[in-house]
């Protein structure tokens, strides 16, 4: 497990102080670097000892066939699998006769080091080996936010106390032996071999291979080239094979001399271009990264971030975990997205190939909010990316018997991949929840230009879906039967509170955006009397609501089930490794916030009160097995006055990788989970949302938990930086822009107006609970910020 | 399709006029012969052409992993699968030169006949081979009733006009090659060459050959044994190899010279006995066989059958065509139960591979009813089945989180084969519908060994499993959630109506069955007060019903869905390889009869009106995509007086194999459909329930449709004949047995009481339908029995 004692909680940096071989499949997603379209996982230089190794390139995938042993219509039976590509991380070393490994010889010391500022991993070593010779190492690697294509590695060998002799291999490795990721001989079939050789060049200093992908066609480069600076001379050569290329560099270091090798990387992919053209370019990115060299590549990294942090960082007193916690979220949520360009944001960014590397809900739901406030252009080449798979949205549509357009549940090209449709195309609400990432981007960033390149076309065939999948009752309700919420330990039910008021909102917003586009509606078929239509729809919805409880029933006829058999004592791991859906489905036990989330999303649609009331029952039944819960449960738990309650769950989120919460980050850090934590503080503990009507643009209402002395956060809301900051008297509201005027927002209820020279400083309005703090079921209290997980 | 022309409608037996190979795979079901234990295909005696060549043993399986692309817990991993296991039927026949084949010379005729008095089938050739060598071949096989381990075939060839050398060649194959059933190369691999070669050895006139399968591990034997009656001189000689075994027979005929091969076949299989005593075994099947000889073998078979049909047979004047089928339902029902001693009846029979030769509940709802009325050992046999697989249903229950016992949805050896588990695991009833069979047992056939044997123990697990997955609201009342009735176009609901109503009846009938073995009771450890909570929640099961339509919801919520979109034209094929279950479930569209058979089986629970108003609702909804709708539309119809509907029901239940209506008889039979063509007449028409309380036992209420001039069906009620004669005027009921009696019955309402001397007469009551004859989808009408299908 990962604990302070070996990663201590500093505010700038994740520092792991020594190596332990047990912590080697967490830490390789830790140490992930990536752009939004290139990923290395945090593997050691010498590629060995490793347990996932990974390099990623963004939607590069394997096709794979889903077998069912009872097949039905509309399952796919394809499935999308993320490849690992050829590895060009791998820098191997042998000192006089003996291979470099941190499991032979003393390891003196070994740390490594990420730095957020710098955007850096930085490793340090003492080695001595087996036969007594001390070397040190250190290696700095990037993946470039501003060269997409490029990688590069700085590796520096220094002889500590005698002459020795040192090698270096440098490579490129191809088709590397992988885990096995499940027992269906079919998948470990397509992804145990997958890439195909087409053509492999060597360069002066390096080599480029190209492969493709045996089944889905896609071809790929990979190059390598190098600098190398020696104390004396030395000797350099490259082989190549189909399946590797090694540049290896021979020395002999005197006492304190020391060989520094400069690496860079480069990749490309494309489903259409020619291997020359892949080839040409794979080397114009190699040559410009030379170009620029290591200094400037690193140079450029920290422009790139020290403008992201401008806009973005959080800073939090008195929790130095959540600190650190807070911005290792924010650099990987920017590392996931930053350079995607038009391409998914996975469920687990660039850093593992968990969940065959699919894009799910939870990019739009969680992440982009954050990246809209943070990193606008990189949240709008996201949602572009949803506009380029409208054509399989559609088609999929018409095969569930609907109009519009149907998002995959899961997916990398476009294309469904669930293969369970009751976790999967019944949870329709994910298309609302697209279609809010679109308003909301609208809205915090002020840009107009999304909506008529592409932001109504979605709204629109959203719309549709909802409007074609619904229908009146005879009373005139409108509803939405048979689809599953958030909550995955419910499926196929009526009215979903969550779906029926996110389906509204999606009616509302298509609607008020064709107003804005009555032309372009017209050019997308859109008929004079269906945004008319849609509102009513919306206006008619039925939320179901539990009289006698007063709460609201997650969905019709949700409170009237039984309740969880839980034992006094928690077991291990998720209900649903020991329990079958057919007993979890019916009953009161929810994986995820699910009506909470409602309240979190839409909240206008809840009383002060009966967000109390429903925050109060659903805490009883919620056993957060998903990662996307404990976020959603700060928001609203601080939403209502339980402010310490919140501060746990705000660490749990926050803390899900760093201290792998669930066991799983070895397969690749939770991103939304990651983005939950800012939300956790800035919309929980600073209540933070944006108005969906009124005079006001965005609301404010900060309070913080005893543990938290001081927060800050800087925003990026419609051109303009935006600052808050608040402790446990005042908070204080400025810009940090002249552009756009002032702007009135609501703090604490009451209308403000904040300019860029007019900081608004109020006291902070306290909020009594209505009800006692309450408890969850036995065993499934928050992880808490002193306890050892 | 088989059609009238050629296969007419005969009484007492089924012919084929002429051979059409295009109706080759059909006509294999239909003139199947097996006796519940052995089964083989109506192939042609030569083997070849055939569609699917098929020799099946009761509950001889082999077992397969079933794939999930995304699994879950609980999940089935293992999956059986009927094997065709060594073909005996197989006899060659040479004519000079030229190897006989129906598709090759001259067919001047070929008739084959299925024979339900003699339970032969019967076949005439008259053949010219392409040198102008003409025979004539009469052939009969048998599968015997009475050894129920054999199986013999007589075969003759006369040489017509011209003398001709004869070759015969009598085989045993195994691994026959099969048809492909599945895309899954898995399903495949397990299937194509299930049998593992044990041991060979060859007998004096033939040979046994000994297999086991590859992982399920169960050894097989199957023997052959002749006898040659040739008019002049003939050599005999036998080849024994792993897979196969050939007896040749070589004679010269002279014209008008006939010889004749007399082949007795016998099986063996065991899942412990020894190679040894399983050889022995087949070779004293053989001995006995040979002892009897076919003439004895053929006798001892009309023996069988008289009293068969003494009991059993129902005459339809007026309706030549659902005479005929009734009485060939009648005998495949008796064909796949008669023998199987202990273990399942599956839904095919052993007629064919189709749904992988598992049994479903099916055999309790709709084929022991008519097993315990005419052979009621047969029906006990079955039970005493269930009874064996209680251990596997018990452990079943534990994983799935639930007390007693879950049977399973689909089974060969009693582990749950189903891998869908909305549609199976979650169709709870089925353990109703089983303790519903071992109750109407005990009614219909007045064995009072049985319970104490085994039934009460199906019935205390079985209410125990209810009472563990029910529980009781605020309001004391008693819901049974999230999960399946019989309609498997809805699933995963809440308070079906059927479900509940069953789980009632299970819960009172445990609780009267211990009542009545107090001690036996106390042994398998009830507790005193666990009757009592079994009536409480029978008592307080709540029965959604829907005020403002007048009807009963399917299930809670079901008539506020939305319609199903139907077409004006009806599309080909069942709505579920067009639409997907996430559309099926959330409307108003049943596959078949769901409340209508709660209607049905629990008679007592809904007011005539009720009756009358769900049939005509439901009737508009209902899309019989299953074979099993049409027999329950039949009965329900025929009690709320649409007599004449009710029959074109009665007969699309009769003919669904008769004329291929489902398009897939190639399979097998629908041996469940076939016995309720049975439960249209009898149930239907002749309007024969048991009572559940009350002095009268039974109730009978004869109403005939216009086509039908005269029906009388005879029963066997606790050890005597009953027939009940019923014209449009009168009714006559009688008693062909004095043992016990007087029988006190409701007719028409009326209590009456029949003896042996004393048969009844009433004139028939008529019954005004309260509402007009409904109508069903686009389409979706029943086929009519002058039209084609």
């Known amino acids: 497990m990962i604990d302070e004692e070996i990663c201590p909680a500093e505010p700038w940096q994740v520092r792991e102080t020594r190596l332990d071989t047990a912590l080697l499949a967490p830490t390789e997603s830790v140490f992930a670097l990536a752009n939004g379209y290139l990923g290395l996982r945090g593997n050691l230089d010498e590629g060995e000892p490793h347990e996932i190794s990974g390099t990623y390139l963004s939607s590069y995938y394997e096709e794979r066939p889903l077998p069912y042993p009872e097949g039905g219509y509309g399952y796919p039976e ?71 294509a490029v990688a590069a590695i700085v590796y520096e060998v220094e002889a500590v106390d005698r002459q020795v002799r040192i090698t270096l291999q440098s490579g490129l490795a191809a088709n590397e032996e992988q885990v096995k990721v499940s027992d269906d001989p079919r998948v470990a079939a397509a992804l ?14 390096g080599a480029v291979l190209l492969h493709r992908t045996r089944r889905s066609g896609l071809l790929m480069a990979a190059g390598m080239d190098h600098i190398v600076e020696a104390p004396a001379a030395y000797q350099e050569e490259t082989d190549v094979r189909e399946d590797w290329a090694r540049t290896t560099v021979v020395t002999v270091l005197p006492p304190g001399g020391r060989l520094r090798l400069i690496k860079f990387v480069a990749y490309g992919w494309s489903t259409s271009r020619s291997t020359e053209a892949l080839r040409d370019q794979v080397a114009a990115a190699l040559n410009t990264a030379r170009y620029v060299g290591w200094d400037g590549l690193a140079a450029e990294q920290r422009g790139y971030l020290d403008d992201f942090w401008d806009g973005a960082d959080v800073e939090v007193d008195g929790d130095p975990a959540l600190q650190q916690a807070v911005r290792f979220g924010l650099f ?82 476009g294309s469904e991949c669930s293969a369970y449709w009751p976790a999967g195309t019944a949870a329709l609400h994910l298309n609302a929840v697209v279609a809010l990432a679109v308003d909301r981007y609208r809205r915090i960033t002020g840009d107009t230009a999304l909506e008529p390149e592409c932001g109504l076309e979605i709204l629109v065939e959203t719309a549709r879906l909802w409007v074609s999948h619904g229908h009146h009752d005879t009373a005139g309700r409108w509803h939405v039967d048979g689809v599953t919420g958030p909550d995955e330990y419910s499926a196929v039910a009526d009215d979903n509170v969550f779906t029926n008021l996110m389906a509204a909102r999606n009616l509302r917003a298509a609607a008020d955006a064709c107003a804005r586009h009555p032309e372009l509606a017209a050019r997308l078929g859109v008929a004079t009397d269906e945004p008319e239509n849609w509102r009513a729809c919306a206006k008619t919805v039925h939320i179901p609501y539990d009289e006698s409880l007063g709460v609201h029933p997650q969905s019709e006829g949700f409170t009237r089930y039984a309740a969880w058999p839980f034992p006094d004592e928690r077991a291990d791991g998720p209900l649903m490794l020991r329990a079958p859906y057919f007993q979890l489905y019916r009953r009161q036990v929810c994986k995820q916030a699910d009506l909470v989330l409602a309240m979190h999303w839409c909240p206008d649609a809840f009383t002060p009160e009966q967000k109390a009331r429903n925050v109060d029952y659903y805490e009883r039944i919620t056993v957060r097995d998903s990662s996307l819960s404990a976020c959603t449960q700060a928001v609203m738990c601080a939403e209502v006055g339980h402010l310490e309650l919140a501060h746990d769950y705000a660490w749990e989120a926050a803390m899900v990788d760093l201290r792998d919460l669930h066991g799983n980050t070895r397969d690749g850090l939770h991103i939304a989970s990651l983005a939950g934590a800012w939300s956790a503080l800035v919309e929980g503990f600073g209540g933070l949302r944006e108005c969906e009507t ?80 309450p408890q969850q079921p036995p065993g499934y209290a928050p992880r808490r910020r002193g306890e050892r997980p």
Chains 1, 2 share one sequence.
């Open 78 to 148: 394809q499935g999308e699998t993320v490849v690992n590509v050829t590895d060009g991380k791998i820098i191997r070393l042998t000192v006089d006769d003996e291979q470099f490994h941190v499991g032979r010889g003393v390891l003196h010391s070994h740390q490594r080091v990420l730095d957020l500022r710098t955007g850096l991993l930085r490793r340090e070593v003492d080695w001595e080996s087996p036969a007594g010779r001390r070397v040190r190492i250190r290696s700095e690697r990037l993946v470039s936010f501003t060269q997409r």
């Open 192 to 205: 145990e071999d997958p890439l195909e050789a087409v053509e492999q060049d060597t360069e002066q200093h």
């Open 332 to 413: 990987h949520v920017l590392q996931a997205g930053a350079r995607t360009e038009r391409q998914a944001i996975p469920a687990k960014g660039l850093t593992g190939p968990g969940y065959d590397g699919h894009a799910f809900w939870d990019t739009e739901g969680h992440v982009l909010p954050l990246l809209a406030y943070t990193a606008p252009r990189a949240a709008a080449d996201a949602l572009r990316w949803r506009h380029t798979i409208l054509p399989q949205a559609r088609q999929r549509a018409g095969m569930l018997g609907l109009s519009g357009a149907a998002f995959p549940w899961r997916t990398i090209g």
């Open 694 to 773: 009124g005079p006001a643009e965005i609301e404010l209402a900060p309070r913080l938990p005893s543990g938290i002395t001081r927060m800050r956060f800087n925003l990026r809301y419609r051109g303009r930086r935006l600052w808050v900051e608040a402790d446990h008297q005042s908070t204080r509201v400025g810009l940090r822009d002249r552009d756009g005027g002032r702007l009135p927002i609501l703090l604490y209820g009451d209308q403000v107006e904040v300019g860029m020279d007019e900081p608004v400083t109020r006291p902070v309005v306290r909020l009594d609970p209505l009800l006692p703090v």
